[in-house]
């Protein structure tokens, strides 16, 4: 069974950086052609996604925060991450990290979700 699991800060100051990890078990994040994905919801807003890192290495992100964005693993670990810089009270969210089978797939496996509040 494969389970995601974030981790990370709950509370962040503005103009700093929000730095999360997605812990992966029951299978590899560099199996082919699984893809891994940060996806984000706002209070009363919808899904957000941020980007996405393949099995092999690859990443992509959404254009409206690739400025500010960087999604990296750690393949020893099992785990890949997620920063975002400079952001402001806008970018306080439920942070979710997910996994696909290959691109544009349908998610599959979702973490339970880690809250994190962009506050001074």
């Known amino acids: 069974q494969v389970q995601l699991q974030e981790s990370g800060p709950g509370l962040v100051k503005p103009s700093q950086t929000i730095s999360l990890t997605c812990t992966v078990s029951?299978?590899?994040?560099?199996?082919?052609?699984?893809?891994w994905s940060w996806i984000r919801q706002p209070p009363g807003k919808g899904l957000e996604w941020m980007g996405v890192?393949?099995?092999?290495?690859?990443?992509y992100y959404s254009p409206s925060l690739k400025s500010r964005t960087s999604i990296s693993r750690d393949t020893s670990k099992n785990q890949f991450s997620l920063q975002l810089n400079s952001v402001t009270p806008e970018d306080t969210a439920v942070y979710y990290c997910?996994?696909?089978?290959?691109?544009?797939?349908?998610?599959?496996?979702w973490g339970q979700g880690t809250q994190v509040t962009v506050s001074s």
């Open positions: 997910a996994r696909a089978v290959r691109p544009g797939a349908e998610y599959e496996y």
């Open positions: 029951g299978g590899s994040i560099t199996t082919n052609y699984y893809t």
């Open positions: 890192i393949a099995y092999d290495g690859t990443t």
